[in-house]
């Protein structure tokens, strides 16, 4: 039941992002035929009457408006998510491509800043008031409160201009011919450090401190006592009792961090000109885009919608309690 | 040190700041050395004419640094307060009364929580001619959430407490219960969330701005940072230390004013959560 009721939910949630998308642009004051063809307000298209009459049959904005919500929600379900005039192309074409660019960075950077959280955070506690700890925390809170853009452009500006050991932008040596296949994988690996180094230490903070907390709360539990009373070593009721036990709330997290996650994507490949969808995004706006702009709101708000599901699904499998709820 | 130590210093560290930042916002007139608007040389290296050199078009950067407080906080400043108040009547309402217009309430914020809100607010930006009313639109829009969410778990404790079923019972209407007991016990609560949003939205116009969608003439920290950023001498000259430093280390200057404040108050207010985050220096 549980499961029917939380499917149900997240249904809604993309039908209602799905109804923002096709909204939005028709509640904005500018004409919607000028967003379509990415008109620039400043230079507006001259055209005939005639030749807007067949624009507008075009993009069949002469239906009426229950009609055309109709027809994009069918062209939605065929991954039909329109026609990017700037870049002559499908729209959902041109952010696939894009799309394993910012699953590379994202995918490596969740992986680390989750581990390197946990495992700090875990440690952290395990070392409550002492110095180790303080200092942690300290330093931690205070480098995660640096902006995402600002913290990408001063570690491209020392590691990247000023020492010259990693690459400036992009996501690999533009025109490079690789001898083997793993120097190019060393090369991707290589323009992967800084862009992936700035999205780990601005999301390791949320990881770190609830790990922290939750690893505090458990190390108050009794069972921590009994382990302790039957002659455990503390290494042992470390790894084996409390890290598992603190590890619950980090899974939560984790899904409301993919959201995070997406934004600071968008500024570290704009930092980096890391050619992911974030760029793309970018990019979009700058050129006035607006069915690729649209299109990648859908895509990212609904990979978000999802993430949510899945970490739902995997709340109510990690803890029983909420299973029998 | 005792963490009541530690509180206070991080306090009143926060609200140096703070008061630093108001007062160069307020006296940005007297203080800047030109008008940021006016042209002199372009690109001019720092020199006691100009302490932070020029940019691009030939603006005084101090005198666009300062000018940038006003802009940025202004932003900051009336985005938190409208946010703050739609969020708590909003949080209010659906505490007290429930029913309908708690359930539809608590929906709206839900989807509002699902949604990734920096992608939507720039996608709706960059519908919206540049400006800086547009952008606290924008971010009014989707300021109130969280604090409607906390005020009304708030309220749904406030309720049942004796002290309110008294003040029913001797005939206190529902909008006089509201106001007089109800309303004084959120404020606490309210104070911190107005801190965190305003700090919040700093960061995030900041953001906006740098990707280009901030107002090119009242240029907020996060615009004069985007022109520096379009620089294309950035890399192979230093001219990032005077152009790209200044208003970067104001933006997160400002950004720990709040949060120290923010957390001091929390500390202070919400004496349950010490035990809790157990932050012992």
Redo the contacts between chains.
């Keep these: 039941m549980n499961l029917i009721n939380k499917l149900a939910y997240y249904l809604v949630?993309i039908l209602?992002?799905l109804s923002?998308n096709f909204f939005?642009?028709r509640a904005?004051p500018?004409d919607q035929l000028a967003?379509l063809i990415g008109e620039n307000?400043d230079m507006p298209t001259r055209m005939t009457d005639e030749e807007r009459e067949v624009l507008l049959a075009h993009y069949g904005l002469d239906k009426p408006l229950s009609e055309q919500y109709l027809d994009y929600l069918v062209g939605i379900s065929r991954g039909d998510l329109g026609w990017s005039i700037y870049r002559s192309a499908p729209v959902l074409e041109v952010i696939l491509v894009r799309l394993k660019w910012t699953m590379l960075l994202t995918g490596t950077s969740t992986v680390i800043y989750l581990l390197l959280g946990i495992f700090l955070g875990a440690e952290s506690a395990w070392a409550?008031?002492n110095k180790k700890d303080?200092w942690s925390?300290?330093s931690i809170l205070?480098v995660s409160?640096?902006?995402?853009?600002?913290l990408g452009?001063?570690l491209?500006?020392f590691f990247?201009?000023e020492l010259d050991i990693f690459p400036?932008d992009g996501a690999k040596t533009t025109c490079a011919s690789y001898a083997n296949p793993l120097e190019g994988v060393l090369d991707i690996l290589h323009h992967l450090v800084l862009p992936a180094a700035t999205l780990v230490i601005a999301h390791i903070g949320g990881t770190y401190l609830l790990m922290r907390?939750s690893m505090?709360?458990v190390l108050g539990a009794d069972y921590i006592l009994s382990a302790r009373a039957k002659g455990l070593s503390e290494r042992y009721i470390l790894n084996r009792h409390a890290i598992k036990n603190a590890l619950l709330p980090i899974v939560t997290m984790a899904a409301l961090m993919v959201?995070f996650m997406?934004?600071g994507t968008?500024?570290v490949e704009?930092?980096f000109t890391y050619p992911g969808i974030g760029l793309l995004?970018?990019d979009?706006?700058?050129c006035?885009d607006?069915p690729l702009?649209?299109g990648l709101?859908l895509i990212?708000?609904i990979s978000?919608?999802i993430a949510?599901f899945i970490a739902d699904m995997t709340y109510i499998w990690l803890d029983p309690r909420v299973r029998e709820e | 040190m005792t963490r009541m130590k530690v509180n206070d210093v991080l306090g009143s560290l926060g609200l140096g700041i703070l008061a630093i930042l108001v007062v160069v916002a307020i006296f940005a007139p007297q203080i800047a050395p030109y008008d940021p608007h006016h042209t002199y040389k372009r690109m001019e290296r720092p020199s006691s004419e100009h302490l932070l050199g020029t940019n691009d078009i030939g603006n005084d950067i101090l005198s666009e640094v300062i000018y940038g407080t006003r802009v940025s906080l202004f932003i900051a400043f009336m985005v938190s307060i409208t946010a703050i108040t739609i969020g708590t009547s909003l949080g209010l309402i659906a505490g007290y009364s429930g029913g309908v217009a708690e359930f539809m309430i608590m929906r709206i914020v839900d989807?509002f929580l699902?949604?990734?809100?920096?992608?939507?607010i720039?996608?709706?930006a960059?519908?919206?001619?540049r400006s800086i009313w547009n952008l606290i639109a924008v971010f009014i829009i989707f300021g109130w959430v969280m604090t409607a969410r906390i005020v009304r778990s708030e309220v749904l404790t406030l309720r049942n407490q004796y002290y309110v079923e008294s003040a029913r019972m001797l005939g206190g209407s529902n909008l006089y219960i509201l106001w007089r007991h109800i309303l004084p016990n959120v404020i606490p609560l309210v104070v911190v969330q107005f801190i965190m949003e305003a700090g919040h939205v700093i960061?995030a116009e900041?953001?906006l701005s740098?990707?280009?969608?901030g107002d090119p003439v009242a240029r907020s920290w996060g615009t004069t940072?985007h022109y520096a950023?379009e620089c294309p001498t950035?890399?192979?000259s230093d001219v990032?230390m005077w152009w790209?430093l200044p208003p970067?280390l104001c933006?997160?200057a400002t950004?720990?004013g709040f949060?120290f404040v923010g957390y001091a108050l929390e500390e202070r207010l919400n004496p349950k959560l010490k035990t809790?985050?157990?932050?012992?220096?």
């Design positions: 949630i209602i992002i923002i939005l642009p904005m500018g967003y307000p409550r008031g303080t925390l300290i205070t409160s640096l902006p995402v853009f600002f452009i001063l491209k500006i990247g201009a400036l907390n505090l709360s959201g997406i934004t968008i500024f704009k930092v995004l970018y979009s706006v700058m006035r607006y702009l649209q709101f990212i708000a978000v919608v949510n | 989807i699902t949604i990734p809100r920096l992608v939507l720039i996608v709706i960059a519908f919206m001619p960061v900041a953001g740098f990707l280009g969608l940072f950023f950035l890399y192979t990032w790209m970067g933006i997160v950004v720990l949060t809790v985050v157990g932050m012992e220096i």
